[in-house]
Structure formats: C-alpha cells, structure tokens
C-alpha cells in the first residue's frame, strides 16, 4: 500500500519567485519551503526542499532533553540539490564560543562573523544535532529531513520585524565547532543518514536487498529523477511529489531514476 503526500507550498521573505522545474511559484510569491504534510504512519520524520534567495536566520534547535513542555526536539540534515558559485551554509563555531559572547554577537549582529561558513556544493550532506548554531545562505535548493518540529530558536534575523527568542537559544546553543563527521557526500555511498531520529539513504535505480530489509516499515519516498509507484498501482510519485508506503518491497522502481528514502527511528 502507498499513497502521495499531499505538498504544501510555503512563502519566505528568503525565497525565491523562480523556483527549479518541476514547481512553480504562485505569481507575486517567494516560495522558501514546499514541503510534504508529515503522514501517521511515519509521524517521525518530516521532509522539505528549501530553495534560498537571502541568508536564513541565525537559530538553533532543542534536543528532545532539554526542550520543554509545548516544544519539540529537532535534528535534520540539508542534501545540497544545487548551489550557485558562493553559495555557503553556516554550521557552528570557528571556535569554542562561551554563551556570554554568543549573546553579545547576537544582539550586535557579529554572531555571523563566529560562525563557520562552510562552502555547499551538489551532493553534499550535511547532519546538525539538536543545538548546533546555524544558518542557510542564499544561492541553494536543499532537501532537509528533519524531526517532526516546528520549534525553532532564532538568535539573529539581519533586522527583520520577526520576534527573536535569546533565552531559549542560548538555554539549548552549543558554542562548539562542527564536527567534521557529521558532513558526507553522496560520494561516500547510499546511506547517508543512519542517526538517532531517522535515517536516509540516496538510492540510484532499484534498491538492492540490503536496503529493502533496512525499511521493511513505513517509510517516505521522495524522488529526485524518475518515478516511483505502487506495486499494486494504486499511487505514482515523479519529481517534486512524496510517497509513502507501509514496506519497500512493496514499492516498483523499473522507472526510478535517483530516489530519497527516509524512515524514523
């Protein structure tokens, strides 16, 4: 059994009007997020593309620890899908940071200049535990799987009349560089994310045996080149749209070009 996502399309001031084929913006809108309503049978996990014409806030996210009650932990990655020549992503510190001068770089506006900028090109994988300090450059179409959470923590937003929360972030913020392991390339095979909240994996064509054991549960199919059905042809993914499905095995990839899968954990 399977069934496709219904996609919702979410304006940013960062966005973009011109978004890359298959989607469209509406006329008159910058479209920052098209993402896929989060199904009950994978309540875990939840997958977006992000497409950036300016910088993104400067925020963070709690772990399930140390949230609190009306919150929810969040971990995600970013694939970079397509960059521009300087496109860039900020993940954590050039060095350790003490929270009073997080604090005091946030409300000056130097927090960018601590931050590590790291260059983003196709292919890149990019893994943020709860409490790593962050930001998204402008120039980027990315897939972020994430946990299932809205709560976000923004420490810097360049000015914009949008509400801050310093306390939170700083109360969840690790000052820490980012570790080098948490950064893969599709280069490096098809897992790319087995972590504590989910896993991901980049399959070309066919999955083999391996893999279809691996999700032998529910599941999202997400691809980015070809199709994706139903064995039972009750439902069809192409570019763009999200599958999900109660097993792998009952998935048909004989028109599948390059697919995203993602379960929880």
């Given at each position: 059994?399977?069934?496709?996502?219904?996609?919702?399309?979410?304006?940013?001031?960062?966005?973009?009007?011109?978004?890359?084929?298959?989607?469209?913006?509406?006329?008159?809108?910058?479209?920052?997020?098209?993402?896929?309503?989060?199904?009950?049978?994978?309540?875990?996990?939840?997958?977006?593309?992000?497409?950036?014409?300016?910088?993104?806030?400067?925020?963070?996210?709690?772990?399930?620890?140390?949230?609190?009650?009306?919150?929810?932990?969040?971990?995600?990655?970013?694939?970079?899908?397509?960059?521009?020549?300087?496109?860039?992503?900020?993940?954590?510190?050039?060095?350790?940071?003490?929270?009073?001068?997080?604090?005091?770089?946030?409300?000056?506006?130097?927090?960018?200049?601590?931050?590590?900028?790291?260059?983003?090109?196709?292919?890149?994988?990019?893994?943020?535990?709860?409490?790593?300090?962050?930001?998204i450059g402008p120039?980027?179409?990315?897939?972020?799987?994430?946990?299932?959470?809205?709560?976000?923590?923004?420490?810097?937003?360049?000015?914009?009349?949008?509400?801050?929360?310093?306390?939170?972030?700083?109360?969840?913020?690790?000052?820490?560089?980012?570790?080098?392991?948490?950064k893969r390339s599709?280069?490096?095979?098809?897992?790319?994310?087995?972590?504590?909240?989910?896993?991901?994996?980049?399959?070309?064509?066919?999955?083999?045996?391996?893999?279809?054991?691996?999700?032998?549960?529910?599941?999202?199919?997400?691809?980015?080149?070809?199709?994706?059905?139903?064995?039972?042809?009750?439902?069809?993914?192409?570019?763009?749209?999200?599958?999900?499905?109660?097993?792998?095995?009952?998935?048909?990839?004989?028109?599948?070009?390059?697919?995203?899968?993602?379960?929880?954990?």
């Amino acid at each position: 059994m399977a069934r496709k996502l219904p996609t919702r399309m979410v304006a940013k001031v960062w966005g973009r009007d011109a978004l890359p084929a298959p989607f469209a913006a509406p006329a008159g809108e910058r479209i920052g997020e098209i993402w896929f309503e989060p199904p009950p049978e994978v309540p875990q996990v939840l997958v977006k593309y992000l497409f950036t014409s300016e910088k993104l806030s400067v925020q963070v996210h709690p772990s399930d620890h140390n949230a609190l009650l009306g919150e929810a932990g969040k971990e995600e990655c970013w694939l970079v899908l397509d960059a521009e020549p300087d496109a860039r992503l900020a993940i954590g510190f050039e060095r350790e940071v003490a929270s009073a001068e997080i604090e005091a770089a946030a409300l000056d506006g130097s927090i960018e200049d601590l931050l590590t900028w790291h260059p983003a090109h196709p292919g890149d994988l990019f893994y943020l535990p709860a409490g790593t300090v962050h930001a998204i450059g402008p120039g980027l179409a990315l897939v972020e799987v994430q946990q299932t959470s809205d709560t976000t923590f923004r420490l810097y937003d360049y000015g914009r009349p949008r509400e801050l929360h310093l306390e939170r972030a700083l109360a969840v913020a690790s000052g820490a560089p980012y570790g080098v392991q948490h950064k893969r390339s599709i280069a490096d095979g098809q897992v790319l994310v087995d972590g504590p909240h989910f896993r991901l994996d980049r399959v070309e064509g066919a999955p083999d045996a391996a893999t279809i054991a691996a999700y032998s549960g529910p599941l999202l199919a997400l691809p980015l080149a070809g199709e994706v059905a139903a064995r039972d042809g009750s439902a069809l993914a192409g570019a763009g749209e999200c599958l999900v499905a109660d097993a792998l095995e009952n998935l048909d990839f004989s028109r599948a070009g390059v697919t995203l899968l993602t379960r929880g954990v």
